[in-house]
């Protein structure tokens, strides 16, 4: 889960009254972040750093109407979304996920969920079961719509509250919960099978 919005909040103070520094510091904060939000809706890897660039840009210059009614990480979420979403229209493209994306996603980052990485005593069946698992969600994320890809991705992968993807998807948190429990059913419609033949365990 995304940390310190106090702290936050107070570097975006010091930029509104002229410190470059702290933005930059923002920017380090959640470059990889954002680079990882827009590589799960741009195809092109090659766009991601362009869309993140514009991205913060564009925050940087709306930095001085933010009044901080939301936590700054998804305000700038949104515009990364919006970014990205331009971009893609601009281009004539469909957001799509990539598997890569999806499969990057979690090296080296704290924002990981524990329990992924594989131990030394796993099994090679275990590993290759785990593999064909994470293989199956890939492409079941792959699959969904656009906005139930965007609702998971933010719930699942980058830890956020329904709350929070309500002010990032600019959503009601009801048409959130739908979103995330429809992302959810189609992902288990495709464990299933795998699932059903490894006794005792449940997704």
């Given at each position: ?66 009044r901080g009614d939301s ?104 048409t959130v919960r739908s ?25």
């Open positions: 889960m995304i940390q310190q919005p106090d702290a936050d909040a107070a570097l975006v103070e010091r930029v509104k009254l002229g410190d470059q520094k702290a933005f930059e510091m923002l920017v380090i904060k959640y470059q990889r972040r954002i680079e990882r939000l827009i590589g799960r809706m741009v195809r092109d890897t090659d766009l991601v750093q362009d869309i993140a660039q514009e991205t913060f840009i564009r925050a940087y210059r709306a930095l001085p109407q933010f936590a700054f990480y998804t305000w700038l979420y949104r515009i990364a979304v919006n970014t990205a979403k331009k971009a893609l229209m601009d281009l004539k493209r469909d957001p799509l996920i990539t598997e890569a994306a999806f499969a990057s996603s979690d090296d080296d980052d704290e924002t990981s969920r524990p329990g992924k990485e594989p131990t030394d005593t796993a099994t090679p069946e275990a590993l290759l079961a785990s593999k064909e698992i994470a293989a199956t969600v890939n492409a079941a994320i792959n699959a969904l719509s656009e906005d139930l890809r965007q609702a998971i991705t933010l719930r699942e992968i980058e830890g956020l509250s329904y709350e929070e993807i309500s002010d990032v998807m600019n959503c009601p948190i009801g979103r995330i429990f429809r992302a959810r059913e189609a992902i288990a419609v495709k464990l299933r099978p795998l699932l059903d033949t490894r006794d005792g365990e449940r997704w």
